[in-house]
């Protein structure tokens, strides 16, 4: 939900990562967090297990400056992609104001990636919302794998409303600006319309 | 969206810094519960205000699902006590947490009796927030925001 403060002037949005369990969402958050200036991030939080598996969920504070006299924030947030986490995974999806779905781009991932987005639209709907009409965006994650999927053939069973898709290969930081810009736009966009 | 404008952000940062000083606390905060800092009051500096919030919401969050499993509708206030300072976090009309960082200056008991009456006024707040937010007839008000341009969109990229 978005959160506008007046007297501080600021402008607060969320932001959350979903897709399949190893699919690259933790990735995204990493090189975002590692490619912004000191003065435009907050700490990063992982909770996560021994093994590096998200558990509850990552977060990463961006500040992206200022429209029309007011700060802008986004709060990005990455849910647990294995499949037993789902109750915490819906409750990070309250209030969300975009989503960004990190999809595996391996073939044998693929059912793991349509399951999700299913798994996505209920949790959604769970919170009132509709999968259709939240600003989103697909990231076509792992490219550079050479069991990687065509991506037409990926985004015929991926695509949801005709969303912006991206390409990326999260751990060299491939596409990973580029998803989130679409999102964040999409949000202030609606903001507009208000 | 949740709106706060000037007079009743002013209010809620009254209300928390009375609450500091009648309990004795070291900070207080107002947390969103999606997880967004709303305002805060006393030693604030000394912690992180926005990792504070997202974790506190997480928190309470799934002490809600915890809630809900066992068939409770909310635990209405949770206590971490530490080695030297403790946590005392409550809801306030349902949307709200209230988060209090107090040490051996102050005592749970008290804590809890402040943050009672605290959160009286802060609901008050709440309230006349919701009224304000219902547009009233004939009067819009126009938003900063409607005049946003995809240039201003693309400029916060840019950067
Ligand atoms: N080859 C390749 N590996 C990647 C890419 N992106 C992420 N990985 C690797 O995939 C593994 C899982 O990445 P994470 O970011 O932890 O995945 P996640 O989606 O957060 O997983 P969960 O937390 O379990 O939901 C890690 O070893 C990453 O280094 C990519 O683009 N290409
Ligand atoms: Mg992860």
Known sequence: ?194 | MEVVFEPEFRRLEDALKRLRQDANAKAVFLIDKNGQHIAAAGETEEFDSTSLASLTAGNVAATDGLAKLIGEREFSVLFHEGQRDHIHISIVARRAILLVIFDERSSLGLVRLRVKRASVELKKVFDEMDRKAIPEEGVTEPSPFSEITDEDIDALFSE
Do not use: W
């Open chain 1, 1 to 194: 939900m978005t959160f506008i403060n007046y007297a501080a002037k600021e402008i607060n949005c969320k932001i959350v990562y979903y897709g399949p369990g190893l699919g690259g969402k933790t990735t995204n958050l990493q090189y975002i967090y590692n490619k912004t200036a000191p003065d435009r991030k907050g700490k990063m939080i992982s909770l996560a297990t021994e093994a590096d598996r998200t558990l509850f969920f990552d977060f990463l504070p961006l500040d992206l400056g200022s429209i029309r006299g007011f700060t802008t924030r986004f709060h990005l947030y990455t849910v647990p992609g294995q499949v037993f986490y789902d109750a915490s995974r819906k409750l990070i999806l309250k209030g969300v104001d975009g989503v960004i779905f990190v999809a595996d781009s391996q073939r044998e991932r693929m059912e793991a990636n349509v399951e999700s987005i299913r798994n996505l639209e209920s949790n959604l709907r769970d919170h009132g919302f509709d999968l259709k009409t939240v600003p989103s965006a697909l990231q076509f994650n792992k490219r550079d794998l050479p069991n990687a999927m065509p991506v037409d053939e990926m985004y015929r069973m991926l695509n949801y409303k005709r969303e912006p898709t991206f390409e990326a290969v999260a751990v060299q930081g491939v596409g990973v600006f580029d998803t989130l810009k679409a999102v964040a736009k999409q949000i202030l966009v609606e903001l507009r319309k208000r």
